[in-house]
């Protein structure tokens, strides 16, 4: 089994910072792909940023230039930079990891979603 723990997150004022944290843990043979995905109300879940083991990144638009994903691989985990918040990066924020526990065996894992409000 493969857990996924977030943290990070909260309320900052627009124009502001936050950064999110993320960690697999469990039976982990490899880990392909790691990001962030976000769902404001009544909205689809979209991908807001993801890396590949290789190193490869991958943005939603409207985030280039304020978001930096960053990730270790040596301790299964990835990081996002959030600077210059704006009101509508306002969502549940969630990682995903797409963890193989053999080398044939791969799935993707969400974390439970951590909420970033950006208000005045």
């Known amino acids: 089994q493969v857990h996924i723990v977030e943290s990070g997150g909260g309320v900052v004022q627009p124009g502001g910072s936050l950064r999110l944290s993320c960690a697999a843990s469990?039976?982990?043979?490899?880990?392909?792909?790691m990001g962030w995905y976000r769902q404001a109300p009544g909205k689809q879940r979209e991908l807001v940023a993801a890396m590949s083991s290789g190193g490869d990144i991958n943005y939603e638009d409207s985030v280039k230039g304020r978001f930096t994903i960053s990730r270790d691989n040596a301790k299964n985990a990835v990081s996002l930079q959030m600077n210059s918040l704006k009101p509508e990066d306002t969502a549940v924020y969630y990682c995903?990891?797409?963890?193989?526990?053999?080398?044939?065996?791969?799935?993707?894992?969400w974390g439970q979603g951590t909420q970033v409000t950006v208000s005045s």
């Open positions: 469990g039976i982990i043979f490899s880990i392909y792909t």
């Open positions: 995903q990891a797409h963890v193989c526990s053999t080398s044939t065996r791969c799935n993707n894992y």
